[in-house]
């Protein structure tokens, strides 16, 4: 999962913040390098406790233009995100969804934890 980040210049340093999550606290660096790496712990950081608290995580959009910066979440946040997020739009519990693949509920269920 990528998603973008917004980098401002400012007088002391650069500083981020992400279009997608509006409550997200911008990430402070002294070079685009070292705002994008505070911007991602702090994204990974939200994902997960979105995650763990069974709320919304909102879908990446692409953003253009010369501020923005890609910024990707470890696949091992991503890929139990993109799963919870496919059973849910689907309407299936786990069992169902472990079903549907063919494996038992409790693999299903360790593919969704993080």
Known sequence: ???YAKIFKGKDGYWSEFPDFKDLPGSEGNTIHEVLQNSQEALEGVIESLFDRKCDI???KI???S???PVGIDDSLAIPVILRKIRISSGMTLKKMAGKLGITYQSYQN???L
């Open 1 to 3: 999962m990528i998603y």
């Open 58 to 60: 909102p879908q990446p």
């Open 63 to 65: 953003y253009n233009g």
């Open 67 to 69: 501020s923005y910066y």
């Open 111 to 113: 593919l969704e934890t």
